[in-house]
Structure formats: structure tokens, C-alpha cells
């Protein structure tokens, strides 16, 4: 749950706004977006890292609110697409704080990238290099490139949110020679500064051992560069990837502790290898947004299913399910639900939180325990969705993708509004 988060006599507030009248006002469901927690995350990362610079990762939740407190709370961003950038000229980000990443950008893109002045371009293949050595020197201007590496670690999560293993598609392999090809051509080319290696082993991670590992490896890597091409790179990332609590059984990663960790790491490392300390940086997504918003739901229908054993589980039908959080299906994701509208004395029962979708995987809690009397009407909040749901959902079924109201003493505001039937029909120019 975000920090303004309270629950009386069964009602559960957010930046002292019942979800009930929440939903009153703005309808169901929505994503609630707590504005106070989401600044003190963003500010916790900051001053923890102090000596860093903090990329918020756009992919994980984006709007030009949020890039607004992003400017506002001294952290750069990072986007991995025209669209994410543009979201940021949009709010009138500072373009020198912005880190452009992606294994395919177009050449349109990448122009735009250059035209906007982004303060570094994450390159990712060779063919990547030319096209932004052939824009830059197109229109005679410089920009910054770090080049992502791959440093052949096992992130401990799923395997489709994993990328430091050899065989995905990001980075150069650093075990194969091809990161140090890359930081030639990067060196070589005159429109391209080249400014230091990039690495991001992978999300939801809690176990620190994966970036100490990939510390080591890029570390080596850039004290080659010094030696072997001759080159200072005067920067480092390390990704992003924190992993957050989703469930009680989590234990979410800690800031300040992370930052002394990798500190500790690097200071050794560079201390060993003889370099001066590359400036680092860090990229953030889910660590910030996640546990800033929970989506709330009104239940429909409830239906009890025998188990095998004799045991039973209710299902709760809510009014979204997958096209608003896709990660139960995709990720077999955890996520936890409770009863936001009023106060049960009934026992629990184990139930699944279920969406309106025309397939059986539409799930968004999978095990929770509800009250035994929980019935249509009911609001269920589900935490943590701030990350990875409303910037994956979709229009699966037709259905409108609910709005992400802000909260914040005591008062909302649209921060997306939600989908109209005209918005759905403005891309369907059929005949009629
Ligand atoms: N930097 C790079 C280069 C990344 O690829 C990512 C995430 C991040 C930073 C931010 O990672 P975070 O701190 O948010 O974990 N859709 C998946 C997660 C995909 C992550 C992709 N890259 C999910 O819902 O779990």
C-alpha cells in the first residue's frame, strides 16, 4: 500500500480520500494514484543516490503529470520509445536529463532523439551505431551514447523480465568481444560522445548478488576500454530492476541500503582495477510507481466452485481484470485485494479476484483471502499496480482503460481520464 494509505471501519482511504467517494466522483474502476508517495519515492532514490543520477524508467507508468513531478523532484528519465519521448517534450522535460533506450529505434527516432537534444542515446547493436553516426553527422550535431553491455548474469526472476543472460536480445556480449567492438566504433565516430557502459541484468529483483556480479563485469570491461582503446569513460549505469513488495511474503529492497551496497561495490572494484570512479547512474521504474497506486474494483458477481478434496473457493468478478493488469497472466504475478467499501464480520474464505474478459486466465489475484459475505456492490483495491499495468494495458473485449485519478490531501484529480466508446471508435475508420 502507498504511505497516505488508511483503513476506517472497513473503508479504505488514499491521500485522505475514501475510495468509495473516489469512485462516487470518478467512477470504476480506477487506478488511485497517490501523489505524496509517489514524490517520496522519487526523493528517497534521490537522496540516497545523491551522488548518482536517478533515471526514472517511463516504461513503468508515464504521463506528463508524473514527468512534471519527476522535473520537479530533481530525477532524470528514462524512455525506450518516440512515444515516451514525446510525452516528455510534451510536459517540457529537460532533454539533457533524458536517456533514450531500445533495441530497435527507428531512424525516426533516432532523429527526433538527436533533434530534441536527449543527453544520451543507449545504442544496443552495431546497426544502431551507423544509423546514429550517419544522423548526427547529417546535421552536424554531437550527441552522448552509452553502450548497453550484456553481462552474462542469471537475474533471479521470471525468465521474460531477465536480461543479462547471453541468450536475449539486448546488450553486446561482453564475454564475446563485442562490448569492446562496440566502444571502438562508438570512440570512432565523430558525431558520437562516447560516455560509458550501460547494464540492466533484469526486474523484480531482490537478491543484490545479480548486480554485484554485472559491477564486476562492466567494471572489468571499462577498465579495458581505459586501457585497451585508451578512453576514460566518465560514466556508468546500472540499470534499474528493485524489486517491491507485492504480497506480505516480500520483503521490498531498500533504498539507502542499496545504495551503500553498490557503492561499496564499485569503490572496491574501480580501487582494484587502478580507474578513476565512473559518475553512476541507476534506473528506477517499478521501485517508484508500483507501490504508488492501487487500482479499485466493483464487484458483480460472485460464484463458489468446489475444489478437489471437497475444499471451495469463491470468485469475485470485478469490473476490469487483464486488460488493466496483465501481469497475473503473463508473469503468474502475486498480487494481494481487500474490501475497500465497508467492514465484514464474516470469516474469511479463499477466494480469486477475477476480471470481465473472455478467457479463463483472466485472473489479478489468485489466492486472497475475502470475507465470506463479499458480494455485488463491493469495492475491492488491489495494491501495488502502480508499475507495469496501466502502461500495459490494452483494449482486449473493447473494453475503455480506466483512468489513473491522483490523490493528495484529501482531494482527487484526472490524472488519465478514462476511455469513451468515441475514443475506441477514433482509430476504427470503417465504413459506416
Ligand atoms: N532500465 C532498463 C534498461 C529496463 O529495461 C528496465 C525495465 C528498467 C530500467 C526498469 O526496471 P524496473 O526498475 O522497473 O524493474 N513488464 C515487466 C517488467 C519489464 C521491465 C522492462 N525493463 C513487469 O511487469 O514485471
Same mark, same amino acid.
Given at each position: 500500500w502507498?504511505?497516505?494509505?488508511?483503513?476506517?471501519?472497513?473503508?479504505?482511504?488514499?491521500?485522505?480520500?475514501?475510495?468509495?467517494?473516489?469512485?462516487?466522483?470518478?467512477?470504476?474502476?480506477?487506478?488511485?494514484?497517490?501523489?505524496?508517495?509517489?514524490?517520496?519515492?522519487?526523493?528517497?532514490?534521490?537522496?540516497?543516490?545523491?551522488?548518482?543520477?536517478?533515471y526514472y524508467a517511463g516504461k513503468a507508468f508515464l504521463c506528463t503529470t508524473v514527468v512534471r513531478w519527476l522535473a520537479e523532484e530533481g530525477l532524470s528519465l528514462d524512455v525506450c520509445s518516440g512515444g515516451e519521448l514525446a510525452v516528455a517534450e510534451r510536459a517540457g522535460f529537460p532533454m539533457e536529463r533524458v536517456g533514450f533506450h531500445g533495441n530497435n529505434k527507428t531512424l525516426a527516432e533516432l532523429e527526433r532523439a538527436v533533434e530534441l537534444g536527449v543527453g544520451r542515446v543507449i545504442v544496443d547493436s552495431f546497426h544502431e551505431i551507423e544509423r546514429l553516426a550517419s544522423v548526427t553527422s547529417e546535421r552536424g550535431r554531437t550527441v552522448g551514447v552509452m553502450v548497453r553491455v550484456t553481462a552474462g548474469v542469471e537475474a533471479h526472476t521470471h525468465e521474460y523480465i531477465a536480461t543479462a543472460h547471453e541468450d536475449q536480445k539486448f546488450g553486446f556480449s561482453i564475454a564475446s568481444g563485442d562490448a569492446l567492438d562496440a566502444v571502438r566504433r562508438v570512440h570512432e565516430a565523430p558525431g558520437l560522445r562516447l560516455l560509458g557502459l550501460h547494464s540492466h541484468i533484469g526486474s523484480q529483483i531482490f537478491d543484490t548478488s545479480g548486480f554485484e556480479v554485472a559491477a564486476r563485469r562492466v567494471l572489468a570491461l571499462h577498465a579495458t576500454v581505459s586501457e585497451e582503446v585508451g578512453v576514460e569513460m566518465p560514466e556508468m549505469d546500472l540499470g534499474g530492476g528493485f524489486g517491491i513488495a507485492y504480497t506480505t511474503q516480500d520483503d #521490498? *529492497?531498500?533504498?539507502?541500503?542499496?545504495?551503500?551496497?553498490?557503492? $561499496?561495490? =564499485?569503490?572496491?572494484?574501480?580501487? %582494484?582495477?587502478?580507474?578513476?570512479?565512473?559518475?553512476?547512474?541507476?534506473?528506477?521504474?517499478?521501485?517508484?510507481?508500483? #507501490? *504508488?497506486?492501487?487500482?479499485?474494483?466493483?464487484?458483480?458477481?460472485? $460464484?463458489? =466452485?468446489?475444489?478437489?478434496?471437497? %475444499?471451495?473457493?469463491?470468485?469475485?468478478?470485478?469490473?476490469?481484470?487483464?486488460?488493466?493488469?496483465?501481469?497475473?497472466a503473463l508473469y503468474d504475478a502475486d498480487y494481494s485485494a481487500t474490501i475497500a467499501s465497508r467492514r465484514s464480520g464474516s470469516a474469511p474464505a479463499l477466494a480469486r479476484v477475477v476480471g470481465k474478459h473472455c478467457e479463463a486466465g483472466d485472473i489479478v489475484v489468485k489466492d486472497e483471502f475475502l470475507p465470506g459475505d463479499v458480494r455485488p456492490g463491493d469495492l475491492v483495491a488491489v495494491p501495488g499496480t502502480g508499475a507495469y499495468c496501466r502502461s500495459m494495458a490494452s483494449n482486449y473485449n473493447h473494453a475503455l482503460r480506466p483512468p489513473v485519478i491522483g490523490v493528495r490531501d484529501g482531494k482527487t484529480f484526472t490524472v488519465l481520464r478514462r476511455e469513451t466508446e468515441a475514443d475506441l471508435f477514433a482509430t476504427d475508420v470503417g465504413v459506416l
Amino acid at each position: 500500500w502507498s504511505q497516505t494509505a488508511t483503513k476506517a471501519d472497513g473503508v479504505l482511504s488514499v491521500g485522505g480520500v475514501p475510495l468509495p467517494e473516489l469512485v462516487s466522483e470518478h467512477g470504476s474502476p480506477a487506478y488511485v494514484l497517490d501523489e505524496a508517495d509517489f514524490r517520496s519515492r522519487a526523493r528517497a532514490f534521490r537522496d540516497a543516490f545523491a551522488a548518482y543520477d536517478v533515471y526514472y524508467a517511463g516504461k513503468a507508468f508515464l504521463c506528463t503529470t508524473v514527468v512534471r513531478w519527476l522535473a520537479e523532484e530533481g530525477l532524470s528519465l528514462d524512455v525506450c520509445s518516440g512515444g515516451e519521448l514525446a510525452v516528455a517534450e510534451r510536459a517540457g522535460f529537460p532533454m539533457e536529463r533524458v536517456g533514450f533506450h531500445g533495441n530497435n529505434k527507428t531512424l525516426a527516432e533516432l532523429e527526433r532523439a538527436v533533434e530534441l537534444g536527449v543527453g544520451r542515446v543507449i545504442v544496443d547493436s552495431f546497426h544502431e551505431i551507423e544509423r546514429l553516426a550517419s544522423v548526427t553527422s547529417e546535421r552536424g550535431r554531437t550527441v552522448g551514447v552509452m553502450v548497453r553491455v550484456t553481462a552474462g548474469v542469471e537475474a533471479h526472476t521470471h525468465e521474460y523480465i531477465a536480461t543479462a543472460h547471453e541468450d536475449q536480445k539486448f546488450g553486446f556480449s561482453i564475454a564475446s568481444g563485442d562490448a569492446l567492438d562496440a566502444v571502438r566504433r562508438v570512440h570512432e565516430a565523430p558525431g558520437l560522445r562516447l560516455l560509458g557502459l550501460h547494464s540492466h541484468i533484469g526486474s523484480q529483483i531482490f537478491d543484490t548478488s545479480g548486480f554485484e556480479v554485472a559491477a564486476r563485469r562492466v567494471l572489468a570491461l571499462h577498465a579495458t576500454v581505459s586501457e585497451e582503446v585508451g578512453v576514460e569513460m566518465p560514466e556508468m549505469d546500472l540499470g534499474g530492476g528493485f524489486g517491491i513488495a507485492y504480497t506480505t511474503q516480500d520483503d #521490498p *529492497s531498500d533504498p539507502a541500503q542499496l545504495a551503500t551496497e553498490i557503492t $561499496k561495490i =564499485v569503490e572496491h572494484e574501480c580501487r %582494484a582495477l587502478g580507474v578513476a570512479e565512473p559518475r553512476l547512474s541507476i534506473e528506477p521504474g517499478r521501485a517508484i510507481v508500483g #507501490p *504508488s497506486m492501487c487500482t479499485v474494483y466493483e464487484v458483480g458477481t460472485v $460464484k463458489e =466452485v468446489a475444489l478437489d478434496g471437497g %475444499a471451495r473457493r469463491t470468485y469475485v468478478s470485478v469490473d476490469g481484470g487483464m486488460s488493466d493488469n496483465i501481469r497475473t497472466a503473463l508473469y503468474d504475478a502475486d498480487y494481494s485485494a481487500t474490501i475497500a467499501s465497508r467492514r465484514s464480520g464474516s470469516a474469511p474464505a479463499l477466494a480469486r479476484v477475477v476480471g470481465k474478459h473472455c478467457e479463463a486466465g483472466d485472473i489479478v489475484v489468485k489466492d486472497e483471502f475475502l470475507p465470506g459475505d463479499v458480494r455485488p456492490g463491493d469495492l475491492v483495491a488491489v495494491p501495488g499496480t502502480g508499475a507495469y499495468c496501466r502502461s500495459m494495458a490494452s483494449n482486449y473485449n473493447h473494453a475503455l482503460r480506466p483512468p489513473v485519478i491522483g490523490v493528495r490531501d484529501g482531494k482527487t484529480f484526472t490524472v488519465l481520464r478514462r476511455e469513451t466508446e468515441a475514443d475506441l471508435f477514433a482509430t476504427d475508420v470503417g465504413v459506416l
